[in-house]
């Protein structure tokens, strides 16, 4: 029996045309169908419209992707992130960070690509992301990735890290912003503390503080010290940066420690902790005062309005983008690009209440 046919071209009805069928309804090699599509200028003008008006009409689409492994581009840039997908997408954080990123990809006509990690392991999630570069995000303990990124000669910028010697990296002035909020609170007399900090994983055990909370903690600490104080002279919980966690550990925290000022080391904790005094009918400040870290959107509508530290999150993200296209590009590398703090005081901080 005759093979069915479509189209009027004579090509067998076998799913997904191919180049070669382009080829032989065209009547050319699929060397010619390869430089209609890729190098168009090898063909005569004639022939490469009659391969473009045969592919449109039986349906075929070159292998975008194919083509630029083969090439050796993607035109995309990886954003190695340090958690999975789901808990990125619950920290607004992100979202910002990313804002920053697209910025530059939609700029450059470049897509952007989302690598969690793999089975918990951001190392092994490398191999299997096709993209031009990473912009790596929290790799606060490096347990192999800079190696295999550079033993594959993928080029990466770090985020949010421990900055390392010959690699570009984008931070802010964790230790000053931190500071910069004790010392407000300090200033106002506020001596019965709490803080709120990010959970800092198993390793802290045995490597104690890494990357920007290592730095946050240190300005704490700094800022402790001007007054005679310790961190042991401070309650501390230590819990994963969601909304829920912040407001569980500040009912804790109330019950066990009493503190007149939360200081959260970011917005996410913040906005729990303002939860939980308002439910359990605590005045903020008037009773206890609540400071964050990010400056997110939200702290300004929150009520009270929250006193945070101001990063600028989407300046991070464009910052390292730029950084990563020049890297993949093989212009002059960056260094250690470190940005700046602010403190803004709003209502939510106020004098440690009398008596």
């Known amino acids: 029996m005759a093979a069915k046919t479509t189209g009027g071209r004579g090509r067998a009805s076998r799913g997904k045309p191919t180049s070669s069928d ?3 309804a065209a009547g050319v090699s699929r060397s010619a169908v390869s430089f209609a599509f890729n190098r ?8 490469r419209d009659r391969i473009l008006a045969v592919a449109q009409e039986i349906g075929y689409v070159p292998n975008t992707l194919a083509r630029m492994l083969k090439a050796g581009q993607t035109n995309a840039l990886g954003v190695l992130l340090p958690q999975s997908l ?15 990123v697209g910025q530059v990809c939609d700029h450059e006509g470049l897509t952007m690509v989302l690598t969690p990690p793999l089975r918990d392991s951001m190392l092994k999630a490398i191999p299997y992301a096709a993209v031009d570069g990473f912009i790596v995000c929290g790799l606060e303990t490096d347990r192999g990735e800079v190696a295999e990124l550079a033993r594959h000669r993928i080029p990466f910028v770090l985020v949010d890290s421990d900055p390392q010697e010959d690699v570009p990296s984008v931070d802010v002035d964790d230790h000053g912003g931190a500071l910069a ?3 407000h609170l300090l200033g106002l007399g506020h001596r019965r503390l709490a803080v709120l900090s990010i959970d800092p994983g198993p390793d802290k055990a045995v490597r104690g503080y890494r990357g920007p909370l290592a730095r946050r903690m240190a300005g704490i600490v700094e800022a402790l010290a001007e007054v005679g104080l310790t961190l042991d002279d401070v309650a501390l919980a230590e819990v994963p940066v969601t909304r829920t966690d912040g407001y569980r550990a500040t009912k804790t925290l109330i019950r066990q420690a009493s503190p007149t000022a939360i200081v959260a080391l970011s917005d996410v904790l913040a906005f729990g902790a303002v939860d939980a005094l308002h439910d359990l009918g605590i005045a903020v400040p008037g009773q206890v ?6 400056d997110l959107v ?3 509508w929150l009520r009270p309005r929250l006193t945070t530290v ?6 991070k993200g464009r910052t390292a983008a730029d950084f990563l296209i020049s890297a993949i590009r093989e212009e002059d590398q960056h260094p250690h690009q470190l940005l700046g703090t602010s403190l803004m005081i709003r209502e939510s901080s106020g004098p440690v209440p009398a008596g």
């Open 298 to 300: 939200e702290a300004a």
């Open 22 to 24: 382009v080829a032989a």
């Open 310 to 315: 101001r990063q600028a999150i989407a300046t």
């Open 40 to 47: 168009p200028d090898y063909i005569s003008e004639a022939t």
């Open 181 to 183: 909020v004790m010392r």
């Open 289 to 294: 005062s609540v400071t964050g870290f990010d």
């Open 86 to 100: 789901a808990k990125i997408m619950e920290n607004p954080y992100y979202a910002r960070f990313l804002m920053g």
